[in-house]
């Protein structure tokens, strides 16, 4: 492998990019970002479900192929996190036993109307020919229901919500509430302009993006509902017409916490794409940023574009270093990013060449290592509220451990032996054997396989292991140095 000759005045210049995809599309990410074949499948229409982790990619996708699509002349309707709030949405509405309304197939229709009347609204403003192909229906309908009016999409939403809700709990003769009931689920105010709505779209094509669900999110029964009914919607209106595109992108840890949503999901399966990364493609990820920066300081783009991944990295860091920092996360893109930036802040003033050493990384480590840490648990908050206190047990510990360590110590938990804070919703329920599965399923434990004699794996790595089975465990490396545990022979020094 030829190496990649980088001076180390680059370091002043060199970027990685920011962890926030929003942030991040504006200062190159379009230069360097790597088409997937996930990627592909989501532009193609194929997949309109995305699934992934923190940190996994999911709004880089949709930043990416909203640009593209508004490049070709698509319209794009882009629902932003400040378009939702989760406590709004409690404060406003009715519980669901105050009148046994279902809320997940109110949310559904409530969706589907808010969708379509921003599909209608989106093609009018882009200068919908109002003679021909059903547009004057379109026209006139936005004129006497939708003009003037200020209500914001969630605004809108939820006053369509609120007369289901009327009629659910209100005080009507109940032949008279089912009619009406029927007529706000199959959206008789706008299901007649359905087909005009086909025709203006074999002219437009048009996407709906709604991401980062997971904004302000409380685990609510309206939260829950807010979502399963948008996955229902975006089902029902992608078979509409092959040009209007709704895109949902969920974290996973929501998408496990909502049963009605996981029930729905096994029928549409064909839908999802959830996004998984590997070593190869996380190197790939970390060289085009390299070459971009080098790019931006008048390097030679042939020789650029000649140096392989594996040679761009070792331009930068050291060779043995990309596995240094790959066993230190949990193969997320915002982890790789995060890990080299610290360490390029760490360098800057310091290095006089380039490569760096080894012990720039490890100098990076310990803010990492806390940072993610506490992310992780955040992650899972209201599955497990107090996991970081979870994790803290382990502080000063041997990073490796067996299956009756582990067993004695989940007793101790539950039990409350060993006390933790604010984890009594959850952990003295929770079972020795149950806890060491969470354990390894939110990233803490690694696992040795059966018939391995050094590989531990991660759930990162190894989805379908049978962990029952397991006799040996590790601490995820990522946590190490953040709890205080002594690392392996051969841990480089800071």
């Not at 404060?91 to 229709?109: P, R």
């Not at 009619?179 to 048009?206: N, Q």
């Not at 604010?422 to 060491?436: A, F, Q």
């Amino acid at each position: 492998m030829s190496r990649l000759a980088l001076s180390a005045k680059i370091l002043d210049h060199l970027d990685f990019g920011t962890p926030s995809a929003e942030r991040d599309i504006g200062r190159g990410l379009e230069k360097y970002f790597v088409e997937s074949a996930a990627y592909q499948r989501v532009r193609s229409g194929a997949k309109t479900i995305v699934l992934g982790n923190r940190g996994a990619g999911k709004s880089a996708i949709f930043q990416m192929l909203a640009r593209r699509e508004r490049v070709a002349g698509s319209a794009v309707i882009e629902l932003s996190p400040d378009e939702y709030s989760y406590e709004l949405l409690s404060a406003t509405l009715a519980a669901e036993n105050a009148g046994a309304w279902a809320k997940h197939g109110a949310y559904a229709a409530a969706w589907k109307y808010l969708i379509y009347v921003l599909v209608m609204k989106e093609i009018s403003r882009k200068g919908m020919r109002l003679g021909k192909g059903g547009g004057a229906e379109i026209y006139k309908y936005l004129r006497d229901n939708h003009t003037g009016t200020q209500l914001g999409k969630l605004s809108l939403l939820v006053s369509y919500l609120k007369r289901l809700e009327g009629i659910k709990i209100g005080p009507l003769e109940a032949g008279f509430r089912t009619r009406e009931l029927d007529r706000l689920y199959k959206l008789e105010e706008i299901h007649s302009l359905l087909p005009a709505l086909r025709t203006v779209l074999e002219r437009r094509r048009t996407l709906v993006i709604v991401d980062e669900l997971d904004r302000g999110w409380d685990s609510s029964e309206d939260a829950k509902a807010f979502v399963s009914g948008l996955f229902q919607a975006c089902v029902s209106i992608n078979g509409l017409h092959p040009n209007l595109r709704v895109y949902v992108s969920l974290r996973q840890e929501l998408y496990d916490d909502i049963p009605a949503l996981y029930e729905d999901a096994q029928k549409h399966r064909d839908l999802i794409e959830t996004l998984h990364w590997s070593e190869e493609s996380l190197l790939e990820l970390i060289a085009r940023r390299i070459r971009h920066s080098a790019q931006e300081q008048g390097y030679d783009n042939e020789m650029l574009k000649r140096a392989s991944d594996a040679a761009c990295w070792a331009g930068v860091f050291p060779g043995p270093g990309f596995r240094y920092v790959m066993d230190r996360t949990l193969y997320r893109p915002r982890e790789v990013i995060q890990f080299c930036t610290e360490a390029l802040e760490t360098a800057r003033g310091r290095a006089r060449s380039l490569p760096l050493p080894i012990a720039a990384l490890a100098r990076a480590e310990r803010g990492y290592s806390e940072e993610r840490a506490k992310d992780i648990a955040a992650e899972y908050r209201f599955q497990y509220p107090g996991l970081m206190n979870v994790f803290d047990v382990f502080r000063g510990r041997s990073p490796a451990l067996s299956r009756e360590d582990l067993l004695m110590l989940g007793l101790e938990l539950a039990t409350e032996e060993i006390p933790t804070r604010d984890t009594g919703s959850w952990l003295p329920y929770t079972e020795p054997e149950e806890l060491i599965d969470i354990l390894w399923q939110v990233g803490f434990l690694t696992a040795l396989p059966i018939g391995e004699a050094r590989a531990y794996v991660g759930a990162h790595q190894a989805q379908y292991l049978n962990l029952a089975a397991v006799q040996h465990f590790q601490i995820h490396p990522l946590f190490r140095s953040y709890l205080g545990l002594q690392e392996p022979a051969g841990h480089p020094a800071g």
